[in-house]
């Protein structure tokens, strides 16, 4: 059997135009980054502004093992069913962190024959967004030291400093660090830390803007410290607006690539789920709708991250309605919410399935809430027996579900016709979305609507830290803004030992921080860490270039 890089490998790709001609994208439209992949311009977006929207289609899942459930895949095979049944549909995917690229869980350009290419390009450097982003937030940092060490007229207090550098690698050692030692010439002593690049507020912040000058005001409004009297201090007073926005001038614009069948793709941001809002870019996904019938687009892990988040957070901002949301399913991940261990999750287990397939439930409950018609897609694995997956669709159909077996991953777009076709039914379907919380409420009152109604948590707690902040992003005024929580991936509660769907259980809000920048406030629960560190046996062990250039490992 091949594996991912070689059937990518094997692949003939269309040069970049042709696959942009396919939806009406000139090639002055387009700015080259080799033959296959190009960024689409601001002339472009200003042409089909006027154009009627498509359909949004948001694809999510249900709680996955470590190594995911294949939401891209099932993204990209959707993609190319439409394709199949003679659908003009765009999908509008998330662009891969370094970070789970050279760590456990790999890449995030697809897997088999439903894979978005070039993938080798994609999941290394693509078109340098993630190192702009990188570069704009660390700018930031080095000119807020720089104004503490030419004389600190903004009198701001290094005890109190809020934003972190980043780097787009899992990098444990840099969680917690002290810098400016060397001596006064090298800066004023303190303590820092890093996080991954994929957590920062300038990807939040590049992922919900709608131009360039929103986004320069949203850079700007990036609360960075408080001085000593206990006033804030926003990336515009320290003069860094500007200079971060020229490095991401270029990095706002949304990338074309294609599929393993020349169906196109729009990849653009890549904030994850657990720690950020898992969604890429609002101008991404508004281009896609204006150029195609269809946009098929994705959120990060399970529904009760990715999927909230984008419903709550990027379709209120963006005054977006999906018209159907897809929840990916696999038999291994319900057999691993069923008490598995991730070693034999590809084992049989009829019993195991059973317990744990109250996880679909609940995930296609919850999705429900938003008045938006819902298909289970059965991502098929070849280690699937054919009782485990009957098992799954008589589930469905005793919950009213619509489902389709997908296997987009073994046979491209003909492995995900059926699926195409009931996405194509529901999106005719009425619709009534609305976000499942008022921004009206407080801070605590939002936080606690979610953990009640998408994790089903009988109690939030509150650390003394997390009282504290809650009080001064009340302060600032920042109370009516929208709650983006960092949890686990693994499970409906802050506990990924909480598996399937746990009950009468209490989260608790260790820490609350505001992205005045972004527009949403952050509630840390659990043990969930913004700087990832690498596994045992990282996947870098095994990703190498041979003598002729050529990659391989590469999952």
């Known amino acids: 059997m091949l594996s991912d890089i070689e059937i ?22 387009l ?101 702009a982003i990188t570069a704009a937030n660390n700018l930031c940092c080095a000119m807020l030291d720089n104004h503490m060490q030419q004389g600190n007229t903004l009198n701001i207090d290094p005890r109190r400093i809020l934003i972190k550098r980043c780097l787009d690698m899992n990098d444990r050692a840099l969680r917690n660090i002290v810098v400016g030692l060397g001596g006064k010439v090298n800066g004023i002593p303190r303590e820092d830390h890093f996080i991954i690049t994929v957590a920062s507020e300038v990807m939040a912040i590049l992922c919900l803007a709608n131009d360039i000058d929103d986004l320069k005001q949203r850079l700007g409004r990036i609360l960075v410290a408080y001085t000593y009297s206990g006033e804030p201090v926003y990336a515009k007073d320290l003069k860094a607006d500007g200079a971060m926005t020229a490095l991401l001038k270029d990095a706002i614009k949304p990338n074309l690539v294609q599929t393993l069948e020349g169906t196109p793709a729009i990849m653009h941001g890549g904030p994850f789920a657990n720690i950020a809002h898992g969604c890429n870019s609002v101008r991404a996904t508004k281009l896609a709708l204006k150029l195609a019938d269809y946009c098929i687009t994705e959120a990060g892990f399970g529904s009760d991250l990715g999927a909230e988040k984008f419903l709550d957070i990027k379709c209120r901002y963006a005054g977006l309605s999906p018209s159907a949301i897809v929840i990916v399913a696999t038999c291994r991940a319900l057999k691993y919410n069923g008490g598995v261990p991730k070693s034999e999750v590809s084992n049989e287990n009829l019993d195991a399935l059973k317990k744990g397939i109250v996880n679909l439930g609940v995930h296609i409950e919850n999705m429900r809430k938003y008045n938006v018609p819902v298909i289970v897609a059965i991502n098929r694995f070849g280690t699937d027996s054919k009782e485990e997956l009957e098992y799954i669709e008589s589930y469905c159909r005793e919950n009213g579900a619509d489902f389709a077996l997908s ?45 009640a109604t998408i994790y089903g948590a009988s109690k939030v707690n509150y650390t003394t830290a997390a009282e504290k902040a809650i009080k001064e992003v009340e302060a600032l005024g920042a109370d009516k803004l929208p709650v983006c929580i960092a949890k686990t991936q693994y499970s409906l509660s802050d506990n990924p030992a909480l598996l399937g769907a746990p009950k ?42 041979d003598s002729d250039g050529k990659i391989v490992g590469l999952f």
């Open 8 to 29: 990518a490998q094997q692949a003939k790709l269309l040069p970049i135009k042709e696959v942009a001609a396919k939806i009406g994208i000139s090639e002055d439209e």
């Open 31 to 131: 700015e080259f980054y080799g033959k296959y992949k190009a960024k689409l311009s601001d002339e472009l977006a200003n042409r089909v502004e006027n154009n009627p929207d498509g359909k949004l289609v948001l694809v999510t899942a249900i709680n996955p093992t470590p190594a995911g459930e294949g939401k891209t895949t099932t993204t990209a095979g959707l993609g190319q069913a439409m394709a199949k049944i003679g659908k003009n549909a765009i999908i509008a995917l998330r662009e891969p962190s370094l970070g789970p690229v050279f760590g456990i869980k790999g890449g995030a350009a697809g897997g088999g024959y439903a894979q978005v290419l070039p993938m080798e390009d994609i999941n290394l450097h693509f078109t340098g967004d993630m190192h």
């Open 407 to 451: 296997d987009v991953f073994g046979k491209g777009g003909e492995g995900g016709i059926e699926l195409a076709k009931k996405v194509v039914e529901a999106c005719e379907k009425p619709s009534d979305f609305a976000p499942i919380y008022s921004l009206d409420l407080t801070v605590k009152e939002k936080i606690e609507k979610i953990a």
């Open 504 to 545: 009468d259980f209490e989260i608790t809000v260790r820490n609350v921080t505001l992205s005045n920048g972004a527009g949403f406030v952050v509630a840390y629960t659990g043990d969930i860490m913004t700087m990832p560190g690498l596994p045992r046996v990282p996947a870098a062990h095994s990703i190498d270039v």
